[in-house]
C-alpha cells in the first residue's frame, strides 16, 4: 500500500508550531484526531510517549516518525507535519526534525505497520524528496510531492 493512499490530504499540517518532543506529538495527535474522532487522543499520545522511551523514533536527517500501535482501531493513520523551525526531537544525528509521518497501527498488524514503516524511510532517504516537501507552499503541494515521488518508484 502507497503513503499517499493511507494519508488523508486533510492530516497534513503545512506549518507545526510545537518547538519540543511532546508539544509536537500533542500537534500530530490532533491533527489524527481531527480526521477521525472517533480515536481517542490521549490512548494515541500514550501509545507515542511509551514508543519514544524505548528510543527515539527522530532518525537523522531532519526526519522523525513517531508510530506506534493501538488496539481497536481498523486499520493504519498517518499524519505528515512540516516544522519551519525544526523541534528537538532527540534525534539520532543530534539535529531538529523538521518533517514528521505520525503512524498508528491496529494492535494486530505487525506485516503492514513494519513495511510503511520502511517505505516511509525509503521516501524520505531521498535529499530532493525531503527538499520538496520542505519547499512546498502548502498542504496540497505536499501531498502532490508524496504523489509524485510514489509514482516515480
Request: charged share 25%; proline share 5%; with cysteine.
Amino acid at each position: 500500500m502507497k503513503i499517499s493512499e493511507l494519508l488523508d490530504p486533510r492530516a497534513i499540517i503545512a506549518d507545526m508550531q510545537a518547538k519540543d518532543k511532546p508539544r509536537a506529538l500533542v500537534e500530530l495527535t490532533d491533527s489524527l484526531i481531527s480526521c477521525d474522532p472517533s480515536l481517542n487522543g490521549d490512548a494515541v499520545i500514550s501509545v507515542l510517549q511509551e514508543r519514544e522511551r524505548l528510543g527515539s523514533t527522530g532518525i537523522g536527517d531532519g526526519v522523525a516518525i513517531p508510530h506506534g500501535k493501538l488496539a481497536g482501531i481498523p486499520e493504519l493513520k498517518l499524519v505528515f507535519g512540516r516544522s519551519h523551525s525544526g523541534v528537538d526531537f532527540e534525534s539520532m544525528d543530534g539535529q531538529p526534525a523538521y518533517l514528521f509521518f505520525l503512524l498508528i497501527a491496529p494492535e494486530e498488524s505487525v506485516g503492514v505497520h513494519l513495511k510503511t514503516l520502511a517505505r516511509i524511510s525509503k521516501l524520505l532517504k531521498d535529499v530532493s524528496v525531503r527538499k520538496k516537501l520542505l519547499d512546498a507552499p502548502d498542504q496540497a503541494a505536499i501531498y502532490q510531492a508524496i504523489l509524485d515521488q510514489e509514482e516515480q518508484s
